[in-house]
């Protein structure tokens, strides 16, 4: 790990005192920390009247008991969850989670992440992140629903357009949205459209947002290859995952003349040299709902599937994460760089490892973190919330536009800012010291809040 600076330590002792046995919140709060040490140089005032340690310390922090029942009729309790981070810039933004792993500790990771990614888009909306450890899978749409509306109805008194605007994140898509907005709806006798972003195009939702994650990472990471005189024409690229944000990098990748090799699911991942068939891995992942091995066996000559494994051991020029937290460790970054990878963007939230990253930025492989590289989902979230205040409805052409603009000026900045405090091309740095300006001169501005 990079030494802190000796004005920072005493603060990160007190995250860990503070939030013990959290470690994905840990990990989230010290590489923002690392980078911070040329800007206190530079600006010793950014110390005073404990700033930092205000930006550790989430605004709110909102844990409930979310009951509901199956099918059978027997009784289940989750438990909810939703950390409202930082409104400096907004009202908090940041999406719903539902998995097994979900715990306060991750969610607060997620939140504090949101805070900087937010503030990179440039657009007026903070940070902030909720979710259950509620398990969608073999579920029925009625259970679905049942358990969606419980966990709104204690949710909606924390929510509002000028309050805090949720989306989805993983195993909450444009059914769980549609469930959990129409319970708000039902329970505050409003039609406040812009409560809820990711919402069905039938009820105020926007073009291009299910793509734009997918689609904006992908940006990020050409206007990356682009500062090396280079494009996707011709690459060969891994992506981790195969649901909606590893499905949409794969499309605008093809588009820009990649070519997709390898993609995954928990449980295994599929190797096709001709290049993947995404056509089939959507009527598999987004119609069947099934595991992606069914690929090789429809698939046929030419494909593969590895039960298990690390789709990190594909030789790819190009590496797209975009499954979850941790997934890509510092063995697999070494496998990566001994096979040629040329440039990583980040789709998922903190997928590689402190070990990886440090790993790649070594080897002078071009890095993309993910408060950086996936902003492109809460962007078009924010255009949809815009939409929604106008009472308008854009062509998809008009939001992927607006997309495409915020994602490269997002890596001109956070370019520039390397530059300007003395580590060009470290995006990490960059994305780091871009997102705590923004949000620390709000901060400063409104007072000791």
């Known amino acids: 790990m990079t030494k802190l600076d000796e004005k920072l330590e005493p603060i990160m002792a007190e995250v860990f005192r503070r939030n013990a046995a959290e470690p994905e919140f840990h990990q989230a709060v010290r590489e923002v920390l690392e980078s911070l040490g040329r800007v206190i140089a530079k600006r010793p005032d950014y110390a005073d009247?404990?700033?930092?340690?205000?930006?550790?310390?989430?605004?709110?922090?909102?844990?409930f008991r979310v009951p509901w029942q199956d099918d059978k009729g027997n009784v289940h309790i989750n438990r909810g969850f939703r950390v409202q981070f930082n409104s400096a810039l907004g009202p908090y933004k940041g999406g719903i989670r539902f998995h097994p792993s979900v715990?306060?500790?991750?969610?607060?990771?997620?939140?504090?992440?949101?805070?900087?990614?937010?503030?990179?888009?440039?657009?007026?909306?903070?940070?902030?992140?909720?979710?259950?450890?509620?398990?969608?899978?073999?579920?029925?749409?009625?259970?679905?629903?049942?358990?969606c509306q419980s966990f709104m109805t204690e949710l909606s008194r924390h929510l509002g357009e000028y309050t805090d605007v949720p989306a989805g994140d993983i195993g909450v898509g444009g059914r769980e949205i549609g469930y959990m907005f129409g319970q708000y709806k039902r329970l505050t006798n409003r039609y406040e459209a812009g409560v809820l972003t990711g919402k069905g195009l039938s009820y105020g939702g926007s073009r291009a947002r299910k793509e734009a994650t997918g689609y904006g990472n992908?940006?990020?990471?050409?206007?990356?290859?682009?500062?090396?005189?280079?494009?996707?024409?011709?690459?060969?690229?891994?992506?981790?995952?195969?649901?909606?944000?590893?499905i949409y990098t794969m499309e605008k990748v093809m588009s820009l003349g990649g070519r997709i090799v390898a993609c995954s699911d928990s449980n295994g991942y599929i190797v096709d040299e001709n290049g993947v068939d995404l056509d089939l891995v959507k009527e598999i992942k987004e119609v069947r709902r099934e595991r992606i091995s069914e690929y090789a066996r429809l698939r046929g000559t030419g494909s593969h599937y590895i039960a298990g494994g690390s789709i990190w051991d594909v030789a790819c020029d190009v590496a797209m994460p975009s499954a979850t937290q941790?997934?890509?460790?510092?063995?697999?970054?070494?496998?990566?760089?001994?096979?040629?990878?040329f440039a990583v963007g980040e789709g998922a939230n903190m997928p590689s490892t402190p070990d990886a990253i440090r790993i790649f930025q070594e080897a002078g492989v071009m890095f993309g973190p993910g408060k950086a590289a996936?902003?492109?989902?809460?962007?078009?979230?924010?255009?949809?919330?815009?939409?929604?205040?106008?009472?308008?409805?854009?062509?998809?052409?008009?939001?992927?536009?607006?997309?495409?603009?915020?994602?490269?000026?997002?890596?001109?900045?956070?370019?520039?800012?390397?530059?300007?405090?003395?580590?060009?091309g470290d995006y990490v740095l960059g994305a780091n010291i871009a997102g705590f300006v923004r949000v620390a001169e709000a901060m400063r501005a409104l007072g000791v809040i």
Request: hydrophobic share 35%; proline share 3%; net charge negative.
């Open 49 to 63: 009247d404990a700033l930092i340690e205000r930006i550790c310390e989430p605004e709110r922090q909102i844990i």
């Open 103 to 147: 715990n306060v500790g991750i969610i607060k990771f997620l939140g504090f992440e949101q805070t900087f990614k937010n503030a990179l888009t440039g657009l007026p909306i903070g940070g902030g992140k909720g979710g259950s450890d509620f398990d969608p899978k073999g579920r029925s749409d009625a259970e679905i629903m049942r358990f």
């Open 218 to 246: 992908t940006y990020f990471v050409d206007s990356m290859l682009a500062s090396r005189g280079t494009s996707f024409d011709g690459k060969r690229v891994s992506v981790s995952g195969s649901g909606n944000v590893a």
């Open 326 to 341: 941790n997934e890509l460790t510092g063995k697999d970054a070494k496998m990566l760089v001994k096979n040629g990878v």
């Open 374 to 424: 996936n902003a492109g989902g809460v962007a078009t979230s924010a255009l949809e919330m815009q939409q929604n205040a106008s009472r308008d409805s854009w062509t998809f052409e008009q939001t992927e536009a607006r997309l495409e603009t915020i994602m490269r000026n997002i890596h001109d900045t956070c370019a520039a800012t390397a530059d300007e405090y003395g580590a060009p």
